[in-house]
């Protein structure tokens, strides 16, 4: 019996309650209204007016309250009307400038693209004579170096003959030497040479029929002779200076100016017995000392030998 009435307790506060909540949706929770929110406005009736004081008004009793709460009246609407007639009337005035600004702006448009295209041709012009000054320059520079190439290759033959012809002349020289020695007579056709008195050639068997010393053992004091073809020797042939004890024949090829003077002296197997390097230093410092006769005839430069013969102390 006591759980029947706990129970319809229960189903009858639930079905309050519901009642209760239904009551506060519909009745009870309303939104409340807000009020608009804006910039106090001067009061008045009119659109137009004038004068910084609110007239009084008989219609209407203002609230002590609300002067306080007003904001300083704004600027009167009247004044942006002569402003926009200002505005427009300005517009009218400036019309005339635009149209001028326009005209100008299109004169100096043509100006300058008629001064680009000027610019254009004279840069065309520019580059097209700098381009013939260049083929100009190129042209003149190849005959110069065809020019240049052939003077060479003139000295270049030039230079060949000569030592074509010394060579030659060089040869014949040996042989003459040669075909001299062997039958004890120089290349002349005299039968007798020398300063001592009597007949046959003085010297020794192993000398130079060119040397014009006659003492000593062989090819001078310390053996010496030369061979250079129409020339002579200035003064003596110089001796070489050495301080060892060997023996051998030393030939050095000189090579001589036209005037006199020994301009090159280098070691000629040919014709040498001996390679010792003290004896051939010795002799090819001796021969840069030689002197020949001066020759305007002469080449430039003539080669020839000086044979120096070193013997033991």
Do not use: C, W
């Amino acid at each position: 019996m006591e759980k029947k009435y706990n129970k319809q307790g229960i189903i009858g506060s639930v079905i309050f309650h519901v009642l209760v909540l239904l009551l506060l949706i519909f009745f009870g929770l309303k939104v409340l209204p807000q009020e608009e929110e804006g910039i106090l406005v001067n009061l008045g009736n009119v659109q137009t007016g004038l004068g910084p004081v609110e007239p009084p008004k008989a219609s209407q009793k203002p609230t002590p309250v609300e002067p306080k709460k007003t904001t300083p009246p704004p600027a009167p609407k009247e004044k942006a009307t002569p402003k926009t007639e200002e505005s427009v009337k300005t517009q009218d005035f400036d019309e005339a400038p635009e149209v001028k600004s326009a005209e100008q702006k299109k004169k100096e448009e043509e100006d300058r693209i008629k001064k680009q295209l000027e610019a254009e041709a004279r840069k065309k012009q520019l580059e097209e004579e700098r381009k013939i000054q260049e083929e100009a320059d190129r042209k003149a520079k190849a005959e110069a170096e065809a020019k240049r190439q052939a003077e060479l290759e003139k000295q270049r033959q030039l230079e060949e003959e000569r030592k074509k012809r010394e060579e030659e002349q060089r040869i014949k020289d040996e042989a003459r030497n040669k075909v001299g020695s062997a039958f004890g007579k120089s290349n002349s056709d005299s039968s007798s040479e020398g300063d001592a008195g009597g007949s046959g050639n003085q010297g020794y068997v192993t000398g130079d029929p060119n040397s014009k010393n006659r003492s000593g053992s062989g090819l001078g004091d310390s053996g010496n002779g030369f061979s250079l073809d129409g020339r002579s020797l200035v003064g003596t042939l110089p001796q070489p200076n050495y301080g060892i004890q060997e023996q051998g024949i030393i030939v050095v090829q000189v090579t001589v100016s036209k005037y006199g003077q020994v301009v090159s002296a280098e070691y000629q197997l040919k014709g040498s017995t001996s390679q010792n390097s003290t004896l051939i230093k010795a002799a090819i410092d001796a021969a840069k000392k030689a002197k020949f006769n001066s020759d305007a005839n002469a080449s430039a430069f003539q080669k020839g030998t000086i044979t120096y013969t070193f013997e033991l102390n």
